[in-house]
């Protein structure tokens, strides 16, 4: 099963995926690649240009490969902020769609905590795109209507 975890950034994804995950499973993490694939000091929440470059082309091989597992794992992919087209790919391969969304005052204090403009902007995008400007407390819900 393919599962697709959405939401804004600090929300919780990767805490989810760390309560439903088995060890064998694949989880496909953005952060996670770019903090694999930097040196050591780097920041844990790494917007680096180049290392993100780096980081979002191993992610689509990533997830190229995993695709042709499904048969034999679970795959946990995290994504912010997909694209339409990311979307329909995902609805087509029956994905599980979980949106992780804590609120947005607790989202924007864990952003505050990291010190982090350029998330707080992601955050901002986050709830005009996909939330309509307003927050709907959600822990885990499972769609196919985005």
Known sequence: MLYVITGPPAAGKSTWIQAHAQARDIVIDLDRITRALTGPGAPAWNHDRLAQRVAQRARY????????????????????????????????????????????????????????????????????EYRKGGSRLVTAQTSRDW
């Open 61 to 128: 091989a990533a997830i190229d490969e995993a695709l042709k597992l499904l048969d034999d794992v679970d795959v946990y992919l995290i994504h912010t902020m997909p694209s339409p087209q990311a979307r329909a790919r995902y609805q087509r391969l029956g994905a599980r769609i979980v949106v992780v969304d804590p609120g947005e005052d607790v989202v924007r204090d864990r952003v505050r905590t990291m010190r982090s403009d350029a998330m707080d902007r992601v955050v901002t995008r986050w709830y005009r």
